[in-house]
């Protein structure tokens, strides 16, 4: 059995960008793995893993079933840590006795949990050597499916082998000076649960007052949504401007993406400034995550 602590960075991208995203500089020299993978996710009819932010799935990879369990993670600055425990299963069923006795809720009923959701997508993967780091870069595309229902999904995770974490974020703004990409707070896991639920969480408009960790994330959330609600995200972004006219120096681009908003622009990727948006809030990402390290 394998545990360890997981660091990534996730970040979405059009499901179906201008340039391929093999085509990145970065990405040409490097060889490159691609491979489908199928996850299904367990839950009790309550939800009660989902409640305590723990994500139990199978995934079958390549010929073989593996179980993985995610503990509730600590998501700072959009950079997700969280410890994970994952091992080969011999078939399609889980073996919950595998894992640590503490890992699960002591007062989890075992015997209700069901696959809720599946996530099925195509990976890409690289493995890269960046400054002073070694990082796994996989772009997935496929679909979050429960029954009838379909999620898209189209995006990138950064995985810290070794080295700086801070070495995420500089990777992730070279990218997203090429392709629009957006950081996300929420999990393929998180996306199947709210899918199920129906749940949307729209975070009301900011204040100055307000935490600016929280407020960020909150935002990447709303952006993530499109087109849902085009309403409250171009409020949410009305006060985005106010937060860049405090001093980021960033209101024109936050004022291009509110008139796109509120014109109905389908999808976040086509606004005119897409790709200095996505830019600037991986920039502010690190900023909220380098605080949190230093205090």
Known sequence: MGMSEEI??????????????????VLKPVQRRTYTLINRYFDTPEHSLTAAGIALRLRYREGQWLQTLKAKGTP???LHQRQEWEMAVAGEQLELDRFPANALPADLDLASLQPVFETNF???EWQLHVGDADIELVWDQGQVLAGERRVPIAEIELELKSGPPEVLFDLAIDLARVIPMLP???SKAERGFRMVSGQKDW???????????LWLRAVCRQLEALPASNGDL?????G???KAAEGKNQLGIIQSATA?????????????????????????????WTQSEAA
């Not at 900011?206 to 600016?212: A, C, G, T």
């Open 8 to 25: 990534e960075l996730k970040l979405l991208v059009p499901e179906e960008p201008d340039i391929e995203v093999q085509d990145l500089p």
């Open 76 to 78: 700072t600055g959009g």
């Open 122 to 124: 195509e990976r890409h």
């Open 184 to 186: 996300s707070d929420i």
């Open 203 to 213: 975070p009301p408009t900011p204040r100055r007052k307000d935490d600016l960790d």
């Open 234 to 238: 171009t409020a949410s972004l009305q």
């Open 240 to 242: 985005l401007s106010r």
């Open 260 to 288: 796109g908003l509120a014109a109905d622009t389908p999808v976040w990727h086509r606004l005119p400034d897409s790709k200095a948006l996505g830019v600037w809030l991986i920039e502010q990402n690190r900023v909220v």
